[in-house]
C-alpha cells in the first residue's frame, strides 16, 4: 500500500497482468502515482470553489498543450479528503498512454495503432467478492443518500447548476437481451437524491430507457462518478449497438474489468471505482436540465427536459476522487485528445472490418469541437473510386458516424495527423467543384450550435473532401518534391555529429 502526499492510498495496485506494453493500472489511483512520478499532475492545496473556480482554473492551465492534470485537495463545501481531479487527460498523450499501459513518449500515430489493437481484443469482465471491492468501503442507501457531499460543480457562468456526471460512466442493461451498455453522458444535481441525466438522440441508454418505459417499467441505472481512465476512454467511444463496452475496456487494458454485484439493484459496478451511484429511472421521470457549457466550446442546447435519475445507493472509497471533464474549445476540452486517438482507432478498425483495403491512418483532430466534428483518413488508392468509398463509410460507420461533419481523404504520402501536409493536401490535391460530395439528415446532436432553431439539431450534413491525387490521372500527376531515401538515411545517422537535438525528424514521403 503507498501512501500519497494527502493521505490518498493507493488501494489494489497488486496482481500481475500480462500484455504488450506496461502494465495497465487497475484504478485510478494507481494511475494517479504514475502520472505523478513523471510530474504530470499538480496538486492545488488551497482551498478552491466549486461554483466556477474549479472550471476556469482548469480552463485558465489548459491553454497550453500538455499541461498537467489537475487533483484540487480542498473544496469549499466538502467534507475533509473528498477531492476533484480536472485534466485527467487532457491533452497530454503521456497519460493518455499510461492509461492503456502503454509506453510514455508514443507519437499520435503510435498510440492509436495501440489503441486499435485493444479494441480488437475483447476482454469480458469478472465478478470479484463485494468485500473486496474498495468502492464499498463507504455506503449511503435509502434516507441516508446525499450526493450534495461531493464536489460536483458548476463549470460556466451559465450552466444551469451543479453537475457531478461529467468524466464518467454510466450503465445500463438492454431489456432485449440483457447486455451491458457503458456510455458518459453529464449527470446534473437537483437535490440530495435527485441528478438529471442528458442524452443525445440515438446513444443506447436513452434507447434503452425508453424501451423500458414504452413496456411501463423503470430503467436501471448505475454511474460511475470517480472513473479511472481506460473505462472513461472506452465509454466515450460509439461500439456496435449489440456489444458491452466492458468487453473492450478489458482489451485496453489487457485485463478483465472487476465488477461487484449491485447492492440495491441489479446491475453490477466496477469494484475498483472511486465513486459509484445506483438509481432508476421511473416512467416518465423528467425535469427540466442544462444549460451546459459543452464539447463543441458552446452552451448546449437551451434548458429543457432530461431525464430524472432517483438515487437509491452511493458507494464511495475513503477520501473519495470525483473526476470532472472541463467542455471546451481546444486544448482545454478534455475530450479532444482521447477522442482524437480512441476516435481515430475505432473508424479505422470499422474501415478495415468493412473491407475496405489500403488504409495507412485515420485521425479525428482534436481542435474539431472535442475530436468530433472532423475526421483524416490516410489511404493508398488501389482502384477507381477507392477514396470517395473511403470516405463515404468513414462518415456513417458506427465508430465515426455522431456528429462528425468534415471527412477528408488524403494519399498514403500524408500523415492525417499532421494538420500542415492535410492543408497542403487539400491545396494542391482537391478541386473543390469536382472532389466535394454531401451527405443530409445525417446522425447530429442537440448541442450543435449550427443548426437552429434547436428542434432541427438532431439531424446534421457531412462534407466529404476528397484531397487525394485524381486516381485516374496518378501516372501523370504533378510529382512532389521528396528528400532522396539514401540521403535521408544518412543525414539521419548524422544527426546528432551535425549538433541537431533529439531525433532526426520522421518523413512519410520520401524519393526511392
Given amino acids: 500500500m503507498e501512501e500519497m502526499s494527502v493521505g490518498v492510498v ?4 497488486t496482481g500481475a497482468r500480462p500484455r504488450a506494453g506496461d502494465l495497465a493500472p487497475r484504478d485510478l489511483r494507481e494511475w494517479l502515482a504514475r502520472a505523478e512520478a513523471l510530474g504530470l499532475v499538480k496538486r492545488i492545496a488551497e482551498e478552491v470553489d466549486w ?11 489548459s491553454q497550453e498543450i500538455d499541461s498537467p492534470a489537475l487533483l484540487f485537495e480542498r473544496i469549499r463545501g466538502c467534507p475533509p479528503g473528498f477531492q476533484a481531479l480536472w485534466n485527467m487527460v487532457g491533452s497530454s498523450r503521456d497519460r493518455f498512454a499510461l492509461a492503456i499501459g502503454e509506453p510514455v513518449g508514443l507519437s499520435v500515430m503510435e498510440l492509436i495503432q495501440r489503441c486499435r489493437q485493444g ?3 475483447m476482454i469480458p469482465p469478472t465478478e470479484i467478492d463485494p468485500g473486496q471491492a474498495p468502492v464499498n468501503t463507504n455506503h449511503m442507501v435509502g434516507d441516508e443518500v446525499d450526493v450534495t457531499i461531493f464536489p460536483a460543480a458548476r463549470h460556466w457562468p451559465r450552466d444551469g447548476g451543479r453537475y457531478i456526471g461529467t468524466a464518467d460512466a454510466v450503465i445500463t442493461r438492454d431489456p432485449d437481451a440483457g447486455w451491458l451498455n457503458v456510455g458518459t453522458y453529464r449527470m446534473m444535481v437537483h437535490d440530495r437524491n435527485h441528478v438529471g441525466l442528458y442524452l443525445s438522440p440515438g446513444k443506447d441508454a436513452r434507447l434503452h430507457i425508453e424501451r423500458y418505459w414504452s413496456r411501463g417499467e423503470p430503467c436501471e441505472i448505475v454511474a460511475v462518478w470517480g472513473v479511472e481512465p481506460a473505462l472513461f476512454i472506452t465509454a466515450s467511444q460509439t461500439f456496435p449497438k449489440t456489444m458491452s463496452e466492458l468487453d473492450f475496456v478489458g482489451g485496453m487494458k489487457g485485463a478483465p ?20 451511484m445506483e438509481g432508476v ?32 445507493a452511493v458507494h464511495y ?17 478534455e475530450c479532444a485528445l482521447l477522442y482524437a486517438l480512441a476516435r481515430s482507432a475505432r473508424v479505422w478498425n470499422d474501415l478495415e472490418k ?51 461533419k468534415w471527412i477528408i481523404a488524403v494519399d498514403d504520402d500524408v500523415d492525417p495527423s499532421d494538420t500542415n501536409q492535410v492543408l497542403w493536401a487539400m491545396a494542391t490535391r482537391c478541386n473543390p467543384v469536382e472532389d466535394i460530395d454531401l451527405l443530409r439528415q445525417t446522425w447530429s446532436t442537440w ?11 438532431p439531424y446534421s450534413s457531412k462534407a466529404l473532401i476528397n484531397a487525394c491525387m485524381e486516381h485516374r490521372y496518378l501516372k501523370t500527376f504533378s510529382k512532389r518534391t521528396k528528400v532522396g531515401r539514401k540521403v535521408y538515411e544518412r543525414v539521419a545517422e548524422r544527426w546528432k555529429a551535425l549538433g541537431f537535438p533529439g531525433a532526426p525528424p520522421k518523413l512519410r514521403a520520401l524519393e526511392e
Fill in 354 to 404: 468493412l473491407g475496405v483495403p489500403g488504409i495507412k491512418g485515420v485521425y479525428c483532430h482534436p481542435a474539431a469541437a472535442g475530436g468530433f466534428a472532423m475526421t483524416i483518413v490516410s489511404l493508398e488508392q488501389r482502384y477507381a473510386g477507392h477514396a470517395p468509398q473511403a470516405l463515404a463509410l468513414a462518415a456513417q460507420c458506427p465508430g465515426g458516424a455522431y456528429f462528425s
Fill in 281 to 312: 429511472i421511473p416512467p416518465n421521470s423528467l425535469k427540466m436540465e442544462g444549460p451546459f457549457g459543452e464539447f463543441t466550446g458552446y452552451y448546449g442546447r437551451p434548458e429543457d427536459l432530461a431525464f430524472l435519475v432517483e438515487v437509491k
Fill in 447 to 457: 448541442l450543435d450550435p449550427t443548426q437552429n432553431p434547436p428542434e432541427e439539431r
Fill in 10 to 13: 493507493v488501494e489494489g495496485s
Fill in 119 to 121: 479494441f480488437n481484443r
Fill in 51 to 61: 461554483d466556477e473556480e474549479m472550471g476556469a482554473i482548469t480552463y485558465m492551465l
Fill in 317 to 333: 472509497r475513503d477520501n473519495p476522487i470525483l473526476t470532472h471533464a472541463l467542455m471546451a474549445d481546444y486544448p482545454a476540452n
Fill in 257 to 276: 474489468i472487476e465488477l461487484v454485484k449491485g447492492r440495491v439493484g441489479s446491475l453490477p459496478y466496477p469494484a475498483q471505482a472511486e465513486i459509484v
